[in-house]
């Protein structure tokens, strides 16, 4: 690849293929519609060309490729989960990830960093053996480490946290790693155009039409299309969608915030999560501190940014890393999460027939996008819900089946 | 820092109170059916939307409905949560 970079700088950079082709024309029919242009959108889209042959169809994404949460989060991927439904299908996920670099013949800068989260009491080590045996039972890459094994790996973090809430232990997932989070949807959505499937930008749906109980087609801002299939992959938007075929959810969205210091030379090849300080961090390859929290603390469907957010991190930021203090914070920035009440996603078919629900991917849905996608388009092109989502349909909550995952999952994403 | 006020205590910081949700209709506990529990438990619109919820004032353990815009952040009215007071 080097090499075929290497004739552009005599050639005028207008020779250059362009990354997508040209947009054209919206279709009269497609035989699905995916609504979300992230990267479970385009991940779904390439599953469906790639391994089920259905190629016309489109997804339409109301503003750019990838500018929702998936170009918003601390891309943070681990399977290190709670409950055994969320263990196999995280790692099955984690598994895709090592191979996409490969797979797109573009570079996603996955790196394996190992991951902490640090324990400052009794019952949060007990969560950690909780989690550590349920992970090795599935054999994943997961062990309870003490305290003095945590102050070597990691350097520069006071493991006495200032006095006020010492480090006594730590969850350690080996295989915990970051990437380049535009990337994975830019590869998907190139993967997906090259069989022929078609990508709307600046296409908002704002409404879906129903004949009884049967999804027939999609109204945009730029016209109607008809489709036997809708897929909804819109994260902070799903209530929204939902709403387009009468459909409510246990859904709520709250804001989550992150934000970057100033670059400095690499001190940290880890991921640290520390849930009762409620922050998280990992270096980035350009030398940021990537630094987020828990949501904020009430409902909001909105992507404004606050101080409140950058004092509370900060202020205990500074506790596990006093260094810090000396640093600037760069920029700041927030997505919309769609929370469940069991921080499990909501995925598969729907009460309505055609409707297929990929949502509630909270704080945690990076790291799902190749998954997702995978078991997405197997459940549309079949329409046979995939065996590793199934116990995550929308109907759990009729039944009082919720999946569990809080522990895992509410702070460190 | 966002302040609010607040009839009884005068303006406070945003940042004392707690929030808890909004408020739903509550079935009743003897009688309601699994699907109408589910239903109150889980399944609402959550759309934008003016909404009524229950924020407790720390320091004074008092409760208040705040009438809040969810597409905008803005708190509409605020009064205390007596029971059978949320409008
Ligand atoms: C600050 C932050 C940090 C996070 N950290 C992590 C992490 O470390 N690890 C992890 O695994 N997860 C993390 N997450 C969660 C993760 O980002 C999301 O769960 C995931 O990116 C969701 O991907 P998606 O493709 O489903 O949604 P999105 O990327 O949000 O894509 C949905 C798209 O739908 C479009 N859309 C909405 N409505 C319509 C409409 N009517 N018509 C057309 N298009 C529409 C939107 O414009 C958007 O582009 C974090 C999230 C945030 C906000």
């Known amino acids: ?413 | 820092m966002k302040f609010v006020e607040c009839a009884p205590i005068g303006r406070r910081a945003l940042s004392e109170f707690v929030y808890a949700g909004p408020v739903r209709k509550e079935p009743r506990n003897e009688t309601v059916s699994d699907a109408d529990l589910s239903e109150f438990l889980y399944y609402h619109w959550n759309q934008p939307a003016v909404q009524t919820e229950l924020w407790q004032h720390r320091p004074t353990g008092i409760w208040f409905y705040f009438e809040r815009d969810t597409a905008t952040d803005r708190i509409e009215r605020v009064y205390p949560a007596t029971k059978g007071a949320a409008q």
């Open chain 1, 1 to 413: 690849m080097p090499l075929g970079l290497l004739k552009y700088a005599w050639k005028s950079p207008e020779s250059m293929p362009r990354f997508f082709p040209d947009e054209t024309p919206l279709k009269k029919h497609y035989d699905a519609v995916i609504i979300g242009g992230g990267g479970h959108g385009m991940a779904c889209a390439y599953y469906l060309a790639k391994e089920h042959g259905l190629t016309n169809v489109a997804v339409l994404e109301k503003g750019y490729i990838g500018g929702g949460n998936t170009g918003r989060n601390t891309t943070i991927v681990r399977s290190n989960y709670l409950t055994s439904e969320g263990v196999a299908f995280y790692d099955e996920s984690l598994k895709l990830f090592e191979d996409l670099s490969d797979e797109f013949d573009l570079n996603i800068f996955y790196s394996t960093r190992g991951h902490y989260t640090l324990a400052h009491s009794d019952s949060a080590l007990h969560t950690m053996r909780w989690r550590a045996e349920v992970n090795k039972f599935h054999g994943i890459d997961s062990e309870v480490v003490d305290a003095a094994h945590v102050k070597k790996h990691v350097p520069y973090m006071d493991t006495n946290c200032g006095g006020h809430l010492p480090v006594m232990g730590a969850l350690y997932h080996a295989p915990g790693s970051v990437a380049r989070h535009d990337a994975v949807a830019w590869g998907y959505a190139r993967g997906a155009q090259s069989y022929g499937v078609e990508i709307h930008q600046k296409t908002a749906v704002t409404d879906i039409r129903t004949v009884g109980d049967r999804v027939t087609g999609v109204q945009t801002d730029r016209g109607f299309i008809e489709t036997p299939r809708v897929i909804s992959m819109v994260a902070g938007s799903t209530p929204t969608v939902a709403a387009m075929v009468g459909l409510k959810t246990p859904i709520e969205i709250f804001p989550l915030q992150a934000c970057v210091t100033e670059p400095v030379k690499p001190f940290m090849d880890t991921i640290v999560v520390s849930g009762s300080l409620h922050v998280y961090v990992s270096q980035s390859s350009r030398g940021e501190l990537v630094m987020g929290a828990s949501v904020d603390p009430a409902q909001l469907h909105s992507t404004r940014s606050t101080l409140d957010f950058v004092e509370g991190l900060t202020d205990q930021m500074v506790d596990l890393f006093p260094f810090t203090s000396r640093l600037k914070i760069m920029r700041q920035w927030a997505g919309m999460s769609d929370l469940t009440p069991d921080f499990a996603p909501i995925m598969g078919k729907t009460p309505i027939k055609g409707f297929y629900l990929d949502g509630g991917w909270g704080t945690w849905g990076f790291k799902a996008t190749p998954v997702s996608g995978k078991t997405m388009a197997h459940t549309v092109a079949t329409d046979e819900t995939h065996h590793l989502i199934q116990p995550f349909s929308l109907d759990r909550f009729e039944r009082f089946n919720l999946v569990g995952e809080k522990g895992a999952a509410s702070v460190g994403h």
